[in-house]
């Protein structure tokens, strides 16, 4: 009878998870932001001086356009924990003042909205409206080379 039960609570379980709350969090579905192709390969280096601040935690450098839609962050906790994202406002029209500007962790939007992002997890701050947090890149590490891209 513990089995059943058991079983019946892991059934449960797995059929409530969403493939919905996936998609909002990882920006599967946002109309906002298209599927840019990018990869940095071997250009973020952290001997060289403009990426130098990757070597120290709660540090971040910024890419411009060339790289997403209007540019990344990438940001560096420590150890090996290193996140990218868009600095694109994932949560209105790509307008000029969409572009996200960032000032110690906080990721902001010059809209009249000034919608923020946390950089360290992409998710808004308290009082941004919308569906979706920042827009995740992948992130590979390889001694002082640091790739990211999105496929």
């Known amino acids: 009878m513990k089995r059943f039960l058991s079983f019946v609570f892991g059934f449960c379980l797995l059929v409530s998870c969403s493939n919905d709350d996936d998609n909002n969090n990882n920006n599967q579905n ?4 298209p599927n840019i192709v990018f990869d940095t390969g071997t250009l973020i280096n952290t001997n060289l001086p ?11 450098v910024t890419l411009n356009s060339n790289y997403g839609l209007n540019g990344v962050v990438v940001f560096y906790a420590g150890g ?3 996140s990218a994202f868009e600095l694109t406002d994932p949560n209105h029209e790509v307008r000029s003042c969409s572009t996200l500007e960032v000032e110690g962790v906080i990721a902001t939007c010059n809209c009249s909205e000034a919608k923020s992002y946390d ?11 919308g569906n979706y947090g920042l827009k995740r890149y992948f992130v590979e590490v390889n001694g002082n080379i640091i790739r990211v891209y999105n496929n």
Do not use: A, C, K
Request: hydrophobic residues 20%; aromatic residues 18%.
């Open 119 to 129: 950089i360290l997890t992409g998710q808004p701050q308290q009082g941004t409206t």
């Open 50 to 60: 403009q990426y130098s601040d990757l070597q120290f935690p709660n540090n971040y």
């Open 30 to 33: 946002n109309q906002f932001i």
């Open 80 to 82: 090996n924990n290193y």
